[in-house]
């Protein structure tokens, strides 16, 4: 939001969200996919992308793998 100069309330108008449930992600929710999606096509139509953090290997590992 900084980076692209939004407050909480423009970002949800954006998304088509609400300003609390933005709120809540600043608060450490996690958000669905769905809307990581919406993210992530965002922040790329601002060229803001690569400031987001990559999804992590949630899988888990076998042992000797």
């Known amino acids: 939001m900084e980076a692209a100069g939004l407050s909480a309330s423009e970002l949800a108008r954006r998304l088509g969200v609400s ?4 709120k809540r992600w600043r608060n450490g ?3 669905t996919s769905e809307h990581l999606i919406a993210l992530k096509e965002f922040a790329d139509s601002l060229n803001l992308g690569h400031m987001l953090p990559l999804a992590r290997d949630r899988r888990p590992r076998l042992p000797g793998f």
């Open 29 to 31: 929710v996690r958000p």
């Open 19 to 22: 300003t609390n449930t933005v």
